[in-house]
């Protein structure tokens, strides 16, 4: 019942900026932390950044000083402005929300089917 719906990927140059953004959608009472997950073909899916609903962060050592992650709270969005990107920055990116739903306030962890960045050198 809830949706998270990734979009703004795509193909940039090493050095360049993209910003992503992913929308949750469907049965929420609350959405709780929300983070964005990097996989490449045939390696784990690691965390890239999370965001609290308060608005706490926290980055992959690797990201710290090009991505920003935000959220506009009454959008039940959350967005990642990629800055200085490079060719190991290439990956499909997920989106994830820790989300309470009705009718009891349970809270479950849901994923986006992903969005794809790819930067060249």
């Known amino acids: 019942q809830v949706r998270l719906v990734e979009s703004g990927g795509g193909l940039v140059q090493a050095g360049g900026s993209l910003r992503l953004s992913c929308a949750a959608s469907g049965s929420i009472l609350r959405i709780n932390d929300m983070g964005w997950y990097r996989q490449a073909p045939g390696k784990q899916r690691d965390l890239v950044a999370r965001?609290?609903?308060?608005?706490?962060?926290n980055y992959v050592d690797s990201v710290k000083a090009r991505f920003t992650i935000s959220r506009d709270n009454a959008a039940n969005t959350v967005y990642l402005q990629m800055d200085s990107v490079k060719p190991e920055d290439t990956a499909v990116y997920y989106c994830n929300a820790v989300v309470a739903t009705p009718p009891m306030g349970l809270t479950s962890t849901f994923w986006g089917r992903g969005t794809q960045v790819t930067v060249s050198s």
């Open positions: 965001i609290t609903s308060g608005g706490s962060t």
